[in-house]
């Protein structure tokens, strides 16, 4: 693909990508299972023609991000939550990512989601080619606390490249000392939490969502076959518990196994570090002359 193919392929998972939000979104509901609403945006943006960048994210108030239901999870949404859905979906490996909050049957926590809506606006402001990154984290920064919260400032926005989510530059929720600038045609994801907590996250539980730490050899396939069906379904990107339970009854144990040698490590769940609630937004953009496009 020329780059100009690669820049269409990320546009059309984007356009996939806000469908599968907004549709998630309207199913946030209380009684509503998180199982279902996974399970429901998943066979969207497959049946919309995409692939999975990785498993829908459903975070509940005090998780920031990282975690997603595994097959038997019975939990509920509950009047009062606020609920972050983080999609992504890629065609050919050109990947979008987007989040959005939204409070379940409460009307307590506008502000607080309001903060990173407007945070999102506000990088984007000052997101043309050729700006330090650390400036576009100060808007972020100045954005939620005028608001009266806190930016997380360890969780950042990222570049993304070919099946690769987290590629090249970080895109700061900070001033930090990111001196890096973007350059025309890269394509980046932009995602503000805000916070009433302490303004970072920390985190050890295992969220059911996986990774390949590297390509497996040969000899990693002949002692775990399911190496091969993981490698060629999600190369490195992230997957979950669940989808490889559907495609192997075996595979959680199998998992566990690979997880203690080093071939696959899984994503720890990320908590406010002060049990804080905490909102996000986030929308992947192409960097253009004069500013950037959001695509999702
Ligand atoms: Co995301």
New binding site residues.
Partial sequence: MNSEEVLDAHRRAGVIARKAREYGVSLVKPGVTYLSLAEEVEKLIIDSGARHA?PV?IAVDDIA?HYTPVPNNKLTFQSGQIVKL???THIDGCIA???ASVEVGTNRWASLIEASRAALDAARDVLPPGIELRKVGGAVERTIEARGFRPISNLCGHSVGAYDLHAGHSIPNVADDNYDTLSVGEVV?V?PFATNGAGHVSGKKNSNIYRLLRKPGDGDIESYPILADIYSEFKQLPFSERWCAARNPKSSAQLAKLVRRGIVAFYPMLMEARGGMVSQA?HTVIITENGNEVIT
Avoid: K, L, M
């Fill in positions: 990785f994210n991000a983080d999609v992504g990512d987007t989040a994801a995602e986030e």
